[in-house]
C-alpha cells in the first residue's frame, strides 16, 4: 500500500521537526506536518497547565489529564479524515504511553498505508538541543529519549545522535519512493 501517512515518534528534541520539514522539501508530492505540539498549541490556554488537560513538570515530566485524552481522541480521528480525504500527512508525535500510543494511532489510521518510523536520540544530545531551544522544560528530553520508544515497533528507525535531519530525511524518503517504485 502506497504510504499516506509517515509518524515520526521520538522524544523532545529528538529532531523530529526538522525531519519533517526536510521531508516536505524531498518528497515529490506536498505533506502537511501536524503533530502533538500544534494540537497542544491550539488547546485553550486554561487545559495547557490544568490537571485535566496537559501539565509539564518542572523536572521534565509529562501528566496527562481526561479532557487531554478526548481532545487527542478527535484530533487523531481528524488527521486520519484528512489523509482518508487524500492528503499526505506526517504526523510528528511523542508516544508519552509508549507501545500504547502507537495502538492508539494505529487504531485511527487503520487502512491507511502508514510508515511509522522512530527517531531515536541519545538523551544527552537531546538535552543540550533542550537547552538551546530554550522552549521546554529541562529535563523533558532526557526523560523521554527512551521511554517513548518502550514496546514500539517500528519500519523503520533513525538516529539523530550524530545524524543530520536531512540525512535522516533522505533514508525515510528513499524508503517511500522505494515502495511507490516498487508498484
Not at 10 to 37: E, F, H, M, N, V
Not at 154 to 162: A, G, Q, S
Request: with cysteine.
Amino acid at each position: 500500500m502506497k504510504t499516506q501517512v509517515i509518524v515520526l515518534n521520538g522524544g523532545s528534541s529528538s529532531g523530529k521537526s526538522g525531519i519533517a520539514r526536510c521531508l516536505q522539501a524531498l518528497l515529490p508530492d506536498p505533506w502537511l506536518t501536524l503533530g502533538t505540539d500544534t494540537m497542544v498549541e491550539a488547546m485553550p490556554a486554561a487545559l495547557q497547565a490544568a490537571e485535566t488537560g496537559i501539565v509539564f513538570g518542572p523536572d521534565g515530566s509529562v501528566s496527562i489529564g481526561s479532557e487531554f485524552w478526548e481532545l487527542e481522541d478527535a484530533w487523531t480521528e481528524g488527521v486520519a479524515a484528512m489523509a482518508r480525504a487524500g492528503a499526505r500527512i506526517i504526523v510528528d508525535e511523542v508516544f508519552l504511553s509508549g507501545a500504547a500510543g502507537r495502538r492508539r494511532w494505529s487504531e485511527r489510521l487503520d487502512g491507511l498505508g502508514v510508515l511509522w518510523v522512530g527517531v531515536r536520540c541519545a538523551g544527552e544530545v537531546a538535552a543540550g538541543r533542550e537547552i538551546a531551544r530554550g522552549d521546554r522544560t529541562v529535563g523533558m528530553a532526557a526523560a523521554q529519549a527512551e521511554s517513548v520508544h518502550r514496546g514500539v515497533v517500528y519500519d523503520l528507525e533513525v538516529d539523530t545522535t550524530r545524524t543530520e535531519s536531512l540525512d535522516c530525511a533522505r533514508t525515510i524518503a528513499a524508503h517511500v519512493k522505494g515502495e511507490e517504485a516498487g508498484r
